[in-house]
Every structure is written in C-alpha cells, then in structure tokens.
C-alpha cells in the first residue's frame, strides 16, 4: 500500500543569533522562551574552553546544534528541534493563506511602482544606466532585518541595504541591471517558475522618501 503524509501545522520561528531583543525582551515566541526558561534551549560551547554562545536543543535523539539561520521547530506534540533553512522553506509555507501569485503579483506592481516613480521624477522613459535604484523593502509581520540569513537574501537578490528604518523597514539600492534582474525573478516566484521562496518573507516594495535617492539624475533635480 502507498502512505502520504497527513497535513500538520507546525509553529517555528528562524534564529537569528538571539532569542532576546536590544531592550533585553524575548523576540521569539512564548513557547521558545519557555523552553529556554526550563533548560530544553541552552547556550553551550561548541567545543571544550570556548565561550558559551552556541545555541542547543535537547530533543528525544539527543542534543541539537542551531545555528543562526536554523528554524527552530514545535512540533505537534510540542516537540522541539531545529531544522535547516532551505529544508524547511522546500517543506513549509505559512499557514495564512498565503496565495503565491496574488502575493508575487503584488510585490511586482512594486517594483513597476518604483520603476514609473524615478521616470517621472527624471523625465524620461526609462532609469539610465549609471543610476543606483533606491527603494524601500517592507518585511511581512513576524520578520526582521536582524535575521542575517535574510539580510543574505537582500543581497544575493542585488539589493544592497542602505539603512535600516526599524526591525521591518529598510531603505536599499541597486544597480539597473540588478533591479531589471530583481523584477524577472519576483514574476518568477508569482507564476511558480523556480525561484527563491524567500520572497514570502518580503510584504512590499515602495518608491522611498524623495531625500533617499541615489540616482546621479535624482541628485541633479534636488540641487537644482
């Protein structure tokens, strides 16, 4: 007989390097901190004499590694265990309905957003190609510019991070090429073509604050 497997809901969160925040508070969720709390999470070393800054899980197979980009996992039966994070992104998606198309449709009405907000600033029909693109990345609730696996993604995708606005807004640049780049592989993800499920993580793409350009053209009109 053929077996699938039943539909489970799980609840992770990726580990970032930190299970508390700058002001001291927990940025993970309740039931991360609680297990942190009764010793199931524990910072160790990672060998004999070093610091003790490497995150572990004690699981039913033993005692787990997590390094940062790791999510880690509550299972079913309130389980814990880490998981690396191209294995959970080709495993998981979130659970809120995300609809793929509507969702790339949406960040790629951005991107075309940015791209007719620079041509009417500039007046003229396209970007040149000495400019430097700049716009804002909007993550979706739950995520933070502190995850340096994310931050990794911005940058494999030619976008550069300018500066970081708060834990879900940064303001970042990219070439023209790298944003002509950017736009074929957003309508990629939308029509489910092979793509990096990371943009499920990204909420939006805006035109910045007219101060924010970078573009030589841009510069020119708010010197004038």
């Not at 004690?58 to 005692?63: A, I, N, P, R, V």
């Not at 793509?195 to 101060?211: E, H, M, R, T, V």
Request: charged share 30%; with cysteine.
């Amino acid at each position: 007989m053929k077996y699938q497997k039943k539909p489970v809901t799980i609840e992770a969160f990726q580990y970032d390097g930190n299970l508390r925040g700058t002001d001291g508070r927990y940025c993970v969720p309740k039931w991360a901190a609680e297990a942190y709390e009764k010793g199931t999470m524990h910072y160790g070393a990672s060998k004999p004499g070093e610091p003790l800054r490497e995150l572990f899980i004690d699981t039913l197979e033993g005692t787990h590694h997590v390094s940062v980009g790791d999510y880690v996992i509550q299972g079913v039966h309130g389980e814990l265990y880490p998981c690396k994070s191209d294995i959970f992104e080709e495993t998981y998606e979130p659970a809120d309905g995300l609809d793929q198309y509507e969702h790339g449709t949406k960040l790629s009405a951005g991107l075309q957003e940015i791209v007719s907000a620079y041509t009417r600033i500039q007046d003229t029909n396209s970007l040149r190609d000495e400019d430097i693109c700049v716009f804002e990345v909007v993550l979706r609730e739950g995520k933070k510019f502190s995850n340096k696996a994310l931050r990794d993604f911005l940058e494999q995708e030619g976008m550069t991070i300018v500066s970081v606005r708060d834990s879900r807004h940064a303001i970042v640049s990219s070439s023209k090429a790298e944003f002509g780049s950017l736009q074929r592989r957003v309508g990629n993800y939308r029509d489910s073509k092979k793509s990096n499920k990371k943009f499920q993580y990204i909420d939006d793409f805006k035109f910045p604050n007219p101060l924010d350009k970078l573009a030589p053209s841009i510069r020119d009109m708010l010197g004038k």
